[in-house]
Structures are given as C-alpha cells and as structure tokens.
C-alpha cells in the first residue's frame, strides 16, 4: 500500500475525505499557522519588520532556486503566473510580423495576454492537440524566423499530459524563440529543470502547499538578457538619486527588478514553510508517489471502459493529474461529493474532470474514487 508522504492530520479539513482536488487548491497545512504568527510578530517590530521580512524573502528565494536548480539571482516572487506571463509579454520589444505559439489546450493566461499583441501585428498561432496530446513536432512545423515565444505548460491542467522539457527545449533553441514554461502543474509534484526554459512560472496554491498572492519567476538572464521590466518601482531599481536627484536610477541587474514594489510578505511566509515541508520530504519521493498512484488511477479508469481518458499512460507523460472527458462532469463530480471525494471539474465550458494525487495521498484514497467512479 502506498502510504500517504505526508500525514492527513498534518492538514486542515481532510481527515474525513480523500482530497483529490491539488490540480485546484491544495489543504492548508496546520504548520502554516506558525508562518502566519511569526509574519504578525515579525511585522509588528516597527523598522526592523522590514529586515526580518526581507529575509524570509530571500530564504524562500534560495528554497525556490534549489527546486528548479538554478542561480537565486534568477527568482523572484510576483503576485500571480499570470503577472510572469505579462510581464513577458510586454517585456519584448514587438514587431509587426512576428510571432507567438501557443497550445489549444493551454490555460486562459497562457492565451489571452498574447491576444492584445494583435494591434501590433503579432500573430498568435495555436498548435491543435491530437487525441488530447500536444505533440513537438507539431510545434516544430509552426516555428519559423520570426517566433518570438513559444508558450506551453510543462504539465497540462487540463489533459495531465507533461511535455518533454529536454526535447521542447532543444527544439525552441534551435530557433530565435524563446521558451516561456508555466510550470504550475509541474512544480511540487515532479522535478522541473527550469534552466532549460528561458523564463519559468508557477503559482504556489496548488502542488507547492502554498496560497494564493505569490508566484515563482524563473528569468534566465543569459538566454534572455533583452527582456525588460514594463513596469518600474522603487523596489526595481539598486540605487537612486533621492530628493536631489529624483530621475536618477540604476535599474537592479537580477530578476527582483521585474518586482516594482514589496511583494506580498504574508504569502512568502506561507510559501517558506510549504517548500521547507516538501524539501523535508524530498522531490523525488513526491515524484515516485504521484506517479504510482496516478499510474493505480489510470489503469483502474482504463479498465472500466466507460471513461475517455485525456492523459496518457506513460510515466513520462504524465504528473499528478488523470482526467476524463465527460459530458457529465457536473453529475460526476456530485456523486463523488457525496461520497466524500473531491475532485474538479469544468473548466471554462469544457466537459473535463480532473483528479490529483498528492503527498497526502494514499492507494486507499485511489480505490475510494475508483469505487466511487465504476458506480456513478
């Protein structure tokens, strides 16, 4: 039996249901509630607040540099994905013809920012799935001189299907484009080797244990030196002229200059004791338990013959997620509700229902579903 990494009395809320949902929100660890104190605490120490607040910033900076192995000048923490992908979007200086890929089955802020380019004659060209799968070489044929971007999801939220980042890496460095990863479904449940992208975002509600108001940014300075910051603040800069000489500045050199003001202390001090609670667990154990329970999941589906699975089989095809195409998602996912199961369901209109194995899993909570699923 594959016993849960993490125990489910470590958690708020779940010791009564199995708790499928990481692909959405994650359980509040209880631990958090010391990370919370010690932010009160710290904060109310008047000028020293900032000092003390900072630090946890820069240690949660480091935590962030050790998982994706890369340097912690690279990392900063942003307020949301989304803020990272814009960021790039508007960090790029544009011209008309040029060119950004994307996948159809990418997540809106993957999509929409790329949008509003259009006024200046950017295309934006969209590779289909096949079979719910994204292939490379499919993304391949789109690429051509004037590819700016290539943005994909290195695990999809809405198929589970985890993409090749070694051979989409060569690919995009094969071409003047840049790789941009949304890792948001990668990052705390499998290993991600950022410096192979060129910029890497992740928000940290879902498999990283954290909350909502915090993000990581990965900026790869040696293969993306001209990408600016669209937006500047005091916190952008290394130096300034003061009152004396109030329009002098020079601009930080690491990536907290795409950070204009203090980022959100409360969510730092959450994300500081999630990725220490992960760290103590190690990597590549969560890997190894997400796969083998999602691997139990899959093929229990598979063998029913009355789901259409939208994720693949393989293990290097996959993460956390397994989802099912179906045109009840809704009825599907009350009748697990009703027997205590949480899983997701819809995502922008389309018929998808998503079920996440994570640290405080456990096979028992797989058959649970399966039981749950064959009776719908």
């Not at 710290?42 to 998982?67: F, I, M, N, W, Y």
């Amino acid at each position: 039996m594959s016993e849960p990494l993490i125990a489910k009395s470590e958690f708020d809320g779940i010791e009564q249901v199995v708790h499928l949902s990481a692909g959405g929100e994650t359980p509040m660890l209880r631990s958090h509630q010391n990370a919370i104190r010690q932010f009160t605490i710290d904060k109310s120490r008047g000028e020293r607040a900032r000092a003390l607040q900072d630090d946890v910033l820069q240690a949660t900076r480091k935590q962030c540099a050790e998982l994706f192995a890369v340097p912690v000048d690279s990392i900063s923490l942003l307020g949301s994905a989304s803020e990272g992908i814009n960021i790039v979007a508007y960090g790029i200086e544009w011209k008309a013809g040029d060119n950004v890929i994307i996948a159809d089955v990418e997540f809106g802020s993957g999509v929409f920012p790329w949008l509003l380019l259009q006024e200046r004659g950017v295309e934006v060209r969209v590779v289909r799935h096949k079979h719910w799968q994204i292939d490379i070489n499919d993304i391949a044929d789109q690429i051509d001189d004037r590819t700016r971007v290539v943005l994909i999801s290195h695990v999809s939220m809405f198929t589970g299907q985890r993409v090749s980042l070694s051979a989409l890496s060569a690919l995009v460095r094969s071409s003047n484009a840049k790789l941009v990863l949304d890792a948001t479904h990668a990052a705390g449940v499998v290993n991600v080797d950022a410096g192979l992208a060129d910029v890497v975002v992740s928000s940290c509600y879902k498999w990283l244990l954290g909350v909502h108001g915090t993000a990581i940014f990965y900026w790869n300075k040696e293969r993306f030196p001209e990408l600016k910051t669209p937006f500047l603040g005091w916190n952008s800069v290394s130096s300034a002229g003061g009152w004396q000489q109030p329009t002098s500045m020079t601009l930080r050199d690491d990536a907290l200059r795409f950070i204009p003001g203090n980022p959100s202390f409360i969510s730092v001090y959450i994300l500081h004791n999630a990725l220490a609670t992960l760290a103590a667990v190690g990597m590549q154990r969560v890997e190894n338990h997400a796969l083998e329970l999602t691997r139990v999941l899959w093929q229990g589906i598979d063998s029913m013959k009355r789901w259409e699975l939208m994720t693949p089989e393989h293990s290097d095809a996959r993460a956390g997620n397994v989802c099912i195409m179906t045109d009840r998602v809704d009825e599907v996912a009350r009748a697990l509700r009703q027997r205590n199961v949480l899983v997701w369901g819809t995502y922008a209109g389309d018929e998808r229902l998503r079920i996440s194995c994570h640290v405080y899993n456990d096979r028992d909570d797989i058959n649970t579903c399966l039981d749950a699923l064959g009776n719908v």
